[in-house]
């Protein structure tokens, strides 16, 4: 008895203890700025011990994310900005689905297997199925490019390898033959994964990869030749077609991987009479980023094999799915489902008319942009009229006494909040300075209008300083203009990449 009351009385203490906190909580939670919270420090670094209300934690993070910069002034980027409210919606209702999880959630899987498909068509990827079965063509959801890229890398340095085992020779080195333009994933699956890079460099008059010099440097270790369609410099289409006669010329037995980030959802529908994918015989694998002009929220790529002898068997894993096996390749295993759901409402939503209305209009609007910018006096670097990607790369003309750079026009227009990045060019290409405006869905002729106006308006800014405050404000900006986390110190000033190298500026992506 006595013990019983015991016990009773703790629980009573300990319930009236809870009580107390909840009341406490209740009354500090209907006005997030009245509580303690708002003149305390927010935890940063270290847990703490407590809870905090929801209300408070929500306002005190979505309003500390107002410094972020706004997306859709973010010029520097390709990856997606827009999408409508329905699929917002279906991507929410899906948050909690684990995409690997086939046997709970197979219709999900189902839908990624209907996007490859209908993407695999895109790309003109063979099949002996008409109309395609799900079954038919080789391919993989990833969460970007970079993922497809190693992905792709991997098959074919396995295919190589195993060849040469095959053969009986030495199979320790291989290569890969790439411009010096590639993007940084690249080179990371380089050194990953222990492939040799061998770099055809952009000189000051060519940003794209040289067919005759890519195709010379192929060696019996080359693993195959990475060509890029959109250079995320100047959104310039490597001559893939030129690359692949040359070695049907030659006899060189060396397959293309052809890197189509951005271009694979561009060039369908603004250039399709070019001839860059699966038509051609040496191509074997392509990446295209589902999150940039696949325009799906970033999260979602996709790799495709023009057959499975190029997607070598040991890499495959299958996992059981009710029954039926799903074959998985992948570097990662859990990830969300959102993305892919998201990407196959686009693919119907659009249709092939939807995405060429779009990307037909900022064909349109890249052409007007580069005409008032070439007005201005701007030497522009990007192909227009659906030549290249929906960007303008451009530059200011030598000059010898004018004061500011591209840096510092850089900076005026963050003033704005207008993001747009200067940068130097790849390497061996005189370190030429230049900036670039990616064109995404939601930039209509209005809004470029608006950004000419206040380039204009930049200009006049930068024209009427001095020479001291100009170049205090040049090196101000090349010093200190990110405001992003430093990299720990341990791996600072990092020299081993080609961006380390020429000191190539933020997110280029
Ligand atoms: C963006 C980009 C990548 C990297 O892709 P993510 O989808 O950002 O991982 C690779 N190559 C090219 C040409 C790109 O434009």
Same mark, same amino acid.
């Given at each position: ?12 203490? !300990? ?30 670094? &270290? ?30 980027? #390709? $990856? ?6 329905? &699929? ?27 996007? @490859? ?17 799900? /079954? ?6 990833? +969460? ?73 440097? @192929? ?17 310039? =289409? ?27 959802? &561009?060039?369908?529908? $603004?250039? %399709?009479?070019?001839?860059?994918? #699966?038509?051609?015989?040496? &191509? ?11 325009? $799906? ?5 996709? +790799? ?28 990662? #295993?859990?990830?969300?489902? %959102?993305?892919?759901?998201?990407? =196959? ?10 995405? !060429? *209305? ?33 960007? +303008? ?18 900076? +005026? ?9 200067? =940068? ?13 405006? @990616?064109? !995404? ?10 950004? @000419? ?22 090196? =101000?900006? /090349?010093?200190? *203009?990110?405001?992003? %986390? ?24």
């Amino acid at each position: 008895m006595v013990h019983l009351s015991t016990v009773a009385k703790e629980s009573h203490a !300990r319930r009236r203890q809870r009580e107390q906190r909840d009341k406490e909580a209740s009354a500090v939670s209907p006005y997030v700025y009245g509580t303690r919270y708002a003149i305390e420090e927010l935890p940063e670094h &270290v847990m703490r011990e407590e809870e905090m209300p929801a209300s408070v934690v929500y306002r005190m993070i979505k309003d500390e994310l107002s410094l972020d910069g706004n997306p859709l002034l973010n010029l520097a980027s #390709f $990856v997606t900005t827009y999408m409508e409210d329905e &699929v917002q919606q279906l991507m929410s209702d899906a948050m909690s689905k684990n995409f690997i999880d086939y046997e709970q959630y197979p219709q999900t899987a189902h839908i990624q297997n209907r996007c @490859v498909n209908m993407i695999a068509g895109l790309l003109h990827a063979p099949t002996a199925n008409e109309p395609r079965n799900e /079954q038919d063509a080789i391919g993989t959801s990833t +969460v970007g490019s970079s993922e497809a890229i190693m992905l792709a890398m991997l098959a074919m340095k396995k295919r190589w390898q195993n060849r040469r085992k095959a053969a009986g020779k030495d199979w320790s080195r291989p290569n890969i033959i790439m411009n010096s333009a590639v993007q940084v994933c690249w080179e990371k699956a380089a050194r990953y994964f222990e492939v040799e890079e061998k770099y055809v460099y952009c000189t000051d008059a060519r940003y794209v990869i040289d067919p005759k010099e890519a195709v010379d440097l @192929v060696d019996e270790n080359t693993v195959g030749i990475c060509a890029i369609l959109g250079t995320t410099y100047t959104g310039q =289409y490597e001559d893939v077609k030129g690359i692949n006669e040359l070695l049907l010329q030659r006899n060189i037995d060396c397959p293309i991987h052809v890197d189509a980030a951005s271009g694979g959802f &561009v060039v369908p529908f $603004v250039r %399709p009479e070019l001839v860059w994918d #699966f038509r051609l015989e040496k &191509v074997i694998s392509i990446n295209v980023s589902g999150h940039k002009y696949g325009l $799906v929220y970033p999260g979602v790529g996709w +790799v495709f094999w023009r057959a499975p002898e190029y997607l070598p068997r040991e890499l495959i894993f299958n996992i059981n799915y009710l029954g039926a096996e799903q074959a998985s390749f992948t570097l990662n #295993f859990s990830k969300g489902a %959102p993305h892919i759901i998201g990407q =196959y409402y686009q693919l119907i939503r659009l249709g092939k008319h939807g995405y !060429r *209305a779009i990307m037909t209009n900022l064909t349109q609007i890249a052409d007007h942009l580069a005409a008032e910018l070439a007005k201005m006096g701007f030497i522009i670097m990007s192909e227009g009229g659906g030549r290249g990607l929906p960007l +303008v790369a451009y530059r200011f003309p030598e000059q010898e006494d004018r004061l500011y750079d591209e840096f510092a026009l850089a900076h +005026v227009l963050r003033r704005r909040g207008w993001v747009i990045p200067a =940068y130097t060019m790849a390497p061996k290409s005189n370190q030429l300075k230049m900036m670039r405006i @990616v064109l !995404r869905e939601d930039f209509s002729m209005h809004r470029c209008n608006l950004l @000419v106006e206040d380039i204009r308006l930049a200009i006049k800014s930068l024209e009427e300083m001095d020479a001291s405050l100009i170049e205090r404000y040049s090196h =101000y900006v /090349q010093t200190h *203009a990110s405001r992003g %986390p430093e990299g720990h110190p341990v791996y600072s000033n990092e020299q081993h990449s080609l961006q380390g190298q020429t000191g190539k500026t933020h997110a280029v992506c």
